[in-house]
């Protein structure tokens, strides 16, 4: 008996950006028609050397700064037209995770201040991906914590108490904490010791595949980007010269780019 092949089903798109321009005052342009998809449990790949546009891209689709042209589209919602009160409320669905860890954390806040601060901002309760049963803040917070492996203990901390990678862990338990539909990751390991980055890596992946996120993983790093992405795109110098799938990565016909970044990967 033959058995029938069903297609598989595409994922919806949860990020669309058309032809994204953006120049600062007085400079030359940052961003050069820029367009990509990103679909739910998706992670897409951006690597390019510093200066090349990759966060002013990325401050571009999280609305912080504004476009010249093009078409920003958000679960189908298109972000270059809302008004600024509309956009506030679409601007929740996404989270991002920054380079530099302290800057991400109010130093006067607890983390579990910290970590509390979009759920009580968007009057949210507990993340379905904990335990529902989980109804005190305190509760909540600590299970986001052991969901990047560090101690309930912690909560009571200041950042300045807490080294860069628990400070990144402490960052990314913000993020998925509000169920985003995207994150939004902007060289999250480049400023941690390189006996660090792998370990954050590992956990952004793990927690990728455990609640389905969806993320743009941003690095000058290219086998940063290999290891989490299953698609990169190569920006130089606010272009996308190049878009592979991981594993066509060594083929030959690659840009030029590409190949330029190939002699500093580190494929460990
Ligand atoms: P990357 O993240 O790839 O290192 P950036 O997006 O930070 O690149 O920078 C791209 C270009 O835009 C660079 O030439 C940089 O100097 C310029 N740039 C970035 N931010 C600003 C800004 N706020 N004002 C003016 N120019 C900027
Ligand atoms: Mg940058």
Redo the contacts with the bound molecule.
Sequence with gaps: MQLLQMPKLEQPEVLRLKNIWKT??G??P?VKGISFTIRRGECLGLV??????????ARCLLTLERIDKGEIWLNGRPLHELTTSQLRQARREMQVVFQNPSGSFNSKLTIMDSLLEPIRCQNKGCPSFLDSLSTSEWEIASKLLEKVHLPASYLARYPSELSGGQKQRAAIARAISVEPSLIVLDEPTASLDVSIQARVLNLLKDLQEELGLSYLFIS?DLSAVHFMSELLMV?QQ?EMVDVCKGKELFASNRHSYTKQLLELFDGD
């Design positions: 600062y005052h400079g030359h940052a390019g050397e510093s200066g090349s546009g990759k966060s002013t891209l000058h920006m606010g």
